[in-house]
């Protein structure tokens, strides 16, 4: 053999074994989380959550050989700020994911920088549903795996015979109340046993809203309220029922965005009773859930609490972790395919899936809110599959979304095409 011929060969065998796509390093992830305005009461945590899920990672080694940079920037609960610090962290950053958003209307303004760039985001708060993306992996509950549940629990257990839906004023209450008034008229509920009211973010002014909700029941029969409030409107709403001396005996609560970071922030003494629903509680008892709350309080002290989007945040990551290394790039497309089928230990037990439409499998827990800020759970499922369209909504229950097999987010089952994605908006 000539030498120029067994060079050649040396060299395309060593080719042979390099990946097929040459990793830069740091791996930069990007974290996207409002840390002051109305949501830092919520947000900061899920920063610091990051931080620590990277310190760990690069502990144990890092990523394909590369250790990495959380890049945190501050959106500051500023809506269309959320978009221009998304493309912030693509272009001048570089981040190969972001991990980011909490309330829809932020997400809203994200999604067509993410899209245009082809970005990679994890978005891990519970949310309204009627949206998929293929450059979103939404790790926080569907409303078939938050909302249904809790009115149901309302409904069956409790026996409520009439609904306040009270939220804030933007995409995620808005659309989950337009869900949840199908829902409870399909289940016998009369459209005037039905009050809805939205409020702007940070509201502090309730007793008008709180005396209508109690007049709601002046006929005798049980009312409760499904509350979508987001942020720290949610202080003023439970000291106002307080002071109106209600308890969840007399009208009990469900709320979707109080966990117990919120909690933290309140005199908890008049909330006995009331509820929460999510897929996760600090209180859980797992192995997993024991080591994650112990390793987080080592880190942020003893006073600091664990909650549902730490979860989300705590499940994506590792998913993202897994993907990258089985497709042996951070490449967002490869990942993306990475992702299909991913499996991880949740906090409460079980195991999350990550599905072809780009929702988790994930249980669902219903807690009463105790003196000391935590949650005794009180139900459980077993993990429900996400449901990127509601069944509850005629225009989306003909809708599937499938991005591993069909390569579409909205497919139309009636007339078996893909039809473009719609807005919330």
């Known amino acids: ?117 082809n970005g990679l985001l994890f978005y891990p708060v519970q949310y309204e549903g009627e949206e998929s993306s293929k450059n979103v992996f939404y790790t926080g509950a569907a409303p078939n795996q938050q909302a249904i549940p809790a009115t149901d629990y309302f409904l069956e257990e409790l026996e409520v015979e009439k609904f306040a839906l009270l939220g804030t004023d933007y995409v995620y209450p808005r659309t989950t109340n337009n869900i949840l008034e199908s829902y409870l008229q399909q289940k016998g509920i009369a459209a005037e046993d039905i009050f809805v009211n939205y409020t702007p973010f940070g509201h502090s002014d309730w007793s008008k809203i709180v005396s209508d909700v109690v007049a709601l029941g002046a006929d005798g029969k049980k009312v409760g309220v499904i509350s979508t409030i987001n942020g720290d409107a949610n202080i003023g709403f439970y000291k106002e029922l307080a002071a109106a001396g209600i308890s969840a005996d007399d009208i009990p609560v469900v709320a979707f965005s109080v966990g117990e970071e919120e909690l933290a922030g309140l005199d908890t003494s008049n909330l006995v009773g009331h509820l929460a629903a999510w897929n996760y509680f600090q209180s859980a008892e797992s192995d997993a859930n024991e080591a994650w709350v112990e390793a987080w309080k080592a880190r942020m002290g003893e006073e600091r609490v664990t909650n549902d989007p730490m979860e989300a945040h705590y499940i994506g990551f590792n998913m993202w972790v897994n993907a990258a290394t089985a497709a042996g790039t951070t490449d967002v497309d490869a990942v993306r395919t990475a992702m299909y089928g991913q499996e991880f230990p949740n906090l409460t037990g079980g195991t999350a899936v990550m599905l072809p439409n780009h929702h988790l499998a994930k249980p669902v827990l219903i807690g009463e809110i105790q003196e000391d800020g935590q949650f005794d759970i009180i139900s459980q499922t077993e993990e429900v599959p996400g449901d990127a369209w509601t069944d509850f909504l005629p225009e989306s229950a003909v809708l599937v979304s499938d991005w591993k097999e069909l390569g579409c987010g909205m497919y139309n089952t009636e007339t078996s095409s893909c039809v473009q994605i719609k807005s919330n908006y």
């Open 1 to 117: 053999m000539s030498t120029k011929l067994f060079t050649t060969t040396a060299l395309l065998g060593s080719l042979a074994a390099l990946p097929a796509f040459a990793q830069d390093c740091p791996i930069k992830v990007g974290v996207l989380h409002s840390l002051s305005g109305t949501m830092a009461i919520s947000e900061t945590t899920l920063k610091d959550t990051m931080e620590m899920l990277v310190e760990q990672q690069n502990a144990a080694g890092g990523v394909l050989g590369c250790q990495l940079e959380a890049v945190v920037v501050d959106p500051a609960s500023d809506w269309p700020l959320f978009a221009e610090k998304a493309r912030e962290l693509l272009t001048v950053h570089e981040v190969d994911v972001i991990f980011g958003n909490w309330t829809s209307v932020s997400r809203k303004s994200v999604l067509p920088v993410i899209e245009e760039l």
